[in-house]
């Protein structure tokens, strides 16, 4: 079975107290910390960049998952032109790089230059992009994202259209992680973990609950199902 992963989305916390949002994520359960790179041209926002993760990897280092948080940094990088940016994020302290498949020329070259860094290649859609589109590069891949929203902000609306996409991958590609990204909580995981998604993103859910505890076992429990 594929191992269900949990990655509070870091936009939606307190980035005042970032380390301490990050470290109470952590302690409560959470797998991954997704952090949402935006450079204000292939969305229309700008969010966080290198020396937010680089003082964020000092904070909160990997671990070893027992004595200290096992902080995995899921990069989602919403910026134009993707290679400019593998090597810095990657000595920043990522330890995946998620770029846009609309963001970049030539994506089997780009997975290569990640990997040739150690770390996780991972692949997003945009919503208007189908799943057929990432057929050919998924057996290079380590994770595919389907955006359940218009990538750019949190808390807008999950898209249950985009349900099919993550049906179609999960049979053509069953050993892989599917990421789900946008409008993911308590009322919208049972329709996307059933679809086949093992990895969780959830910004406004987790950060936004008088319990973030529950919430990450409760989406954790419908991925396990
Ligand atoms: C939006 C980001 C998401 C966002 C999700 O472009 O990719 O990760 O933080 O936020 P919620 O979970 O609030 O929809
Ligand atoms: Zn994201």
């Known amino acids: ?101 609309e963001a970049t020329k030539d994506p089997l070259a780009l997975v290569k230059l990640i990997k040739s860094f150690g770390i996780r290649a991972a ?26 929203i218009e990538p750019g902000f949190g808390g807008q609306k999950f898209m249950p259209e985009m349900i099919p996409k993550v049906e179609l991958l999960r049979t053509k590609f069953p050993e892989l992680d599917i990421q789900v990204d946008g409008g993911l909580g308590k009322a919208t995981i049972p329709v996307a973990a059933k679809a086949g998604a093992n990895v969780i993103v959830a910004g406004t859910a987790v950060f936004g609950a008088a319990d973030p505890g529950e919430v990450i076992n409760f989406l954790r429990d419908e991925v396990d199902a």
């Open 123 to 148: 692949c997003a859609i945009k919503p208007a992009t189908p799943a057929e589109a990432v057929y050919d590069l998924a057996p290079y891949l380590d994770m595919i994202l389907v955006m359940t």
């Open 1 to 101: 079975m594929l191992k269900s992963v949990i990655a509070p989305s870091i936009l939606a916390s307190d980035f005042a107290n970032l380390g301490c949002e990050c470290h109470k994520v952590l302690g409560l359960g959470a797998d991954w910390l997704h952090i949402d790179v935006m450079d204000g041209h292939f969305v229309n926002n700008i969010s966080l960049g290198l020396p937010v993760v680089e003082s964020l990897r000092k904070a909160v280092p990997r671990g070893d998952g027992v004595s200290k948080p096992k902080a995995f940094f899921d990069c989602h990088m919403m910026v134009s032109e993707p290679e400019k940016w593998v090597e810095e994020f990657v000595k920043a302290g990522a330890d995946q790089f998620t770029f846009h498949f």
